[in-house]
């Protein structure tokens, strides 16, 4: 069963080259879904 295709509104940029934190990034990305209500 092929499920629907969802729209995405907007992309989000993220520099992979970068040296990142992935529990600081993790974290980013939760807070900015609980500010959007999601």
Known sequence: ???EP???QRW???NF???CDIE???RK???TGYNKGI
């Open 6 to 8: 969802s729209h995405i």
């Open 29 to 31: 990305l939760a807070n």
């Open 12 to 14: 989000a940029i993220v």
């Open 17 to 19: 080259s970068a040296r």
């Open 24 to 26: 600081l990034l993790a």
């Open 1 to 3: 069963q092929m499920l």
